[in-house]
């Protein structure tokens, strides 16, 4: 069964940085294209940002510029560097795998921006 775990959110002031890991276990993880999920309350899940298996990147207009994600395949990890962060960055965080055997999703880390 795979596995998705995701660390490194919390409270931070605006302004601020965090940086989100997501470790994956029981995928080939190279074959997979990773990304990262935001869902706010009362609001749809998103996607933040994208990383293909060829470490092409793709990102949401409002994190372009202040967001970077990457990869490293021998670590079996992807990441998200969250830069400038603003209180409508807040919500729940989730690691996605999508790949030879199909969508897997992490249990999600809070991400909170507030003064």
């Known amino acids: 069964q795979v596995q998705l775990v995701e660390s490194g959110g919390g409270l931070v002031q605006p302004g601020g940085s965090l940086r989100l890991s997501c470790a994956a276990s029981r995928i080939i993880f190279r074959r997979y294209a990773m990304g990262w999920y935001r869902q706010a309350p009362g609001k749809q899940r998103e996607l933040v940002a994208q990383?293909?298996?060829?470490?092409?990147?793709n990102y949401v207009d409002s994190v372009k510029g202040r967001f970077t994600i990457s990869r490293d395949n021998a670590k079996n990890t992807v990441y998200l560097q969250m830069n400038s962060l603003k209180p409508e960055d807040t919500a729940v965080y989730y690691c996605n795998a999508w790949g030879p055997t199909g969508n897997h999703w992490g249990q999600g880390t809070q991400v909170t921006v507030s003064s």
């Open positions: 990383i293909t298996s060829g470490g092409t990147t």
